[in-house]
């Protein structure tokens, strides 16, 4: 009898500790990504063999690229994002200035959002598919890590991570990765973990070369329960502007950890 009660205790005790669990994981991706159900893809994400472009790739030959593009794809159901919530998401990416171009833009963000909708038209450029100019400033219930490539007048430089809240203009935090020895447009793969755990009200924000060991860029109080609803749909955003740039995913997982204490 005894040894039947600890073994309830025991399960119970698990049950509670680890409640409810969100994990996937996309090792690649396949011209299908975006028709099988798992991912919702909007605006400019195209899937292909290997990886998901987030913006059009390079047209050879054509002198017309396109410009003032957005993209956004997402996990097709929202997981939970509080209480007593950690995520911890890895995904490797490259970014690449087209070819014969003279600048690059704009960049991508991995990003918490209240609701699966279409990112605003408008929201191309230095809003990196997040906001736009009408939106900016107002409590939009999301969060988004920013992988900025460009230099606009707001910017620290064009080779920076931020933190963005209500604003791309006046992000929670901020931190340029040219100390690091990374360069968001180097056109090799970038990998970046992120954290947000619920316990200690904190995201952590890593980034490394795919072949080199993590470097911890950002660690940001953040009180995840004031900001975004008890469940998020989680995914990333690109944009450009006035330039064309290739924004490719390459690998992809999250896991969304209930726990009691």
């Known amino acids: 009898m005894k040894i039947f009660v600890l073994l309830l205790l025991s399960d119970f005790l698990l049950n509670q500790a680890s409640s409810q669990t969100t994990s996937f994981y996309f090792p690649s991706?396949?011209?299908?990504?975006?028709?099988?159900?798992?991912?919702?893809?909007?605006?400019a994400v195209t899937a292909y063999d290997g990886y998901l472009s987030l913006s059009s790739e390079p047209l050879p030959g054509s002198p017309n690229q396109p410009v003032d593009e957005v993209g956004r794809v997402l996990y097709h159901q929202p997981v939970l994002a509080w209480p007593n919530i950690t995520i911890v998401s890895s995904f490797t990416f490259r970014i690449s200035k087209y070819p014969n171009s003279t600048d690059s833009g704009d960049g991508m963000a991995f990003i918490f959002a209240p609701t699966n909708d279409?990112?605003?038209a408008q929201s191309y450029g230095s809003y990196l598919g997040i906001m736009d100019e009408f939106t900016e400033g107002e409590d939009m219930h999301q969060i988004a890590v920013e992988l900025d490539a460009y230099k606009n007048d707001f910017d620290l430089d064009g080779n920076h991570v931020a933190i963005d809240i209500k604003s791309v203009r006046q992000p929670?935090?901020?931190?340029?990765l040219n100390s690091t020895g990374v360069d968001l447009k180097s056109g090799r793969n970038i990998?970046?973990?992120?954290?947000?755990?619920?316990?200690?009200?904190?995201l952590y924000v890593n980034v490394h070369y795919a072949d080199h060991p993590p470097k911890n860029v950002i660690k940001q109080p953040i009180n995840i329960s004031d900001i975004v609803p008890s469940s998020v749909y989680v995914g990333f955003t690109a944009a450009t502007?006035?330039?064309s740039e290739s924004h490719q995913l390459l690998e992809w997982s999250l896991t969304s950890?209930?726990?009691?204490?």
């Open 257 to 261: 950890l209930q726990s009691v204490r």
């Open 118 to 120: 279409t990112p605003s």
């Open 191 to 202: 990998t970046v973990r992120i954290e947000c755990n619920g316990w200690q009200n904190l």
């Open 29 to 43: 991706f396949s011209s299908e990504s975006c028709n099988n159900g798992s991912l919702l893809c909007m605006g």
């Open 172 to 176: 929670v935090a901020l931190e340029s």
């Open 241 to 243: 502007g006035a330039f």
